[in-house]
């Protein structure tokens, strides 16, 4: 087998996750599932859910430019295979798009991967080249938002009101603010939801007034409380939310990155501990991702990403374990 192979790439993450994150059964449905995706795929995470004991783990897989024709050909999916073949179109506001994240849930749902494109083509050059280029520019006229609205149009999702929803969540960010990523739940497992989750990049100071604007219906003083004791030295935040047709849903969480991540890392340490200690997360959960991060010790091509996340049903954590070619 080629080392650089999508499955080798995922069977060298997997070697080093142990139980507590990927179980045995988990990790053949992963392996089973690696086999029937392109064998040329450069970036794989794994989802590990860490209140289920390492029992639900999901794969996502990123798309390039450069994989579409491989991807759209050989997929089963007529939904993945019709954005895709969108996304290549000359002249679409879609091919603003610089990569697209495809997350398979292996919970006994459809098998359909939830699609999840960067709408935002400068994100990997910071915020600073993404204020630049559209300072003093009409919302409008934004790469990002004209690639959700042709995420809409493709979709036909009744494209007029989402566009008028979309434009209010855009012209609600502040100076350094930006929408990074979306996702339609009408392309999602059985695709009925009504909504569309949003991953919302803003400085620290501006996530309430923003929530606020969009109308979030959750507890805006408890997230507030959960960024300082979990990211207390943060100075922007990543949070996702779920935007419906007036409002957005309760449920929100907040990402924690690591790139390269090694075991002294004094950050991570805190921030599991007190994950812990305010049982968000197991201690079997913990040390299984300190082994990982161990085992992991420091490779440029590793990165460790915590999601904190509240919703109605309840409270979690999730951890994506991941492996790419090169840190873009």
């Known amino acids: 087998m080629n080392a650089s192979s999508t499955a080798a790439r995922l069977g060298a993450l997997l070697v080093d996750c142990p139980e507590a994150l990927v179980s045995l059964a988990a990790r053949r449905e992963v392996e089973r599932l690696g086999a029937t995706l392109d064998p040329l795929l450069t970036d794989l995470a794994l989802e590990c859910h860490l209140a289920s004991d390492g029992e639900r783990v999901d794969l996502t897989t990123r798309i390039h430019p450069s994989d579409r024709e491989r991807v ?3 997929t089963g999916s007529s939904r993945l295979r019709s954005f895709l073949e969108g996304w290549a179109t000359p002249g679409s506001a879609l091919g603003a798009i610089p990569f697209v994240d495809l997350e398979y849930d292996l919970d006994g749902r459809a098998g359909e991967p939830w699609i999840g494109p960067t709408i935002e083509p400068r994100q990997l050059s910071g915020v600073g080249a993404i204020h630049d280029a559209y300072a003093g520019k009409p919302v409008a006229s934004w790469d990002s938002y004209r690639a959700a609205n042709a995420m809409l149009e493709l979709l036909s999702q009744e494209s007029r009101s989402w566009q008028r929803r979309l434009l209010a969540c855009f012209e609600a960010l502040p100076a350094y603010g930006c929408i990074n990523h979306l996702g339609f739940f009408r392309q999602r497992g059985d695709g ?3 909504a569309i989750r949003l991953v919302v990049s803003t400085p620290r100071r501006a996530v309430s007034p923003f929530l606020r604007s969009v109308g979030w219906s959750g507890d805006d003083e ?3 409380a959960l960024l300082d004791r979990f990211a207390p030295y943060a100075g922007r935040v990543d949070f996702d939310l779920d935007v419906e047709r007036v409002g957005a849903g309760p449920r929100i969480s907040f990402y924690l990155e690591l790139w390269s991540p090694r075991p002294a890392s004094s950050a991570l340490r805190q921030v599991l501990d007190d994950l812990v200690t305010d049982a968000w997360l197991s201690p079997r959960a913990a040390r299984g991702l300190r082994e ?3 085992a992991s010790n420091g490779r440029p ?3 460790l990403t915590l999601k904190v996340l509240e ?7 999730k951890a994506y374990l991941g492996d790419v070619r090169a840190i873009h």
């Open 222 to 224: 408890r997230f507030a």
């Open 192 to 194: 009925n939801r009504d």
């Open 311 to 317: 919703e109605p049903s309840g409270r979690q954590v």
């Open 301 to 303: 091509a590793r990165f």
């Open 72 to 74: 759209a050909a050989a």
């Open 292 to 294: 990982w991060v161990a």
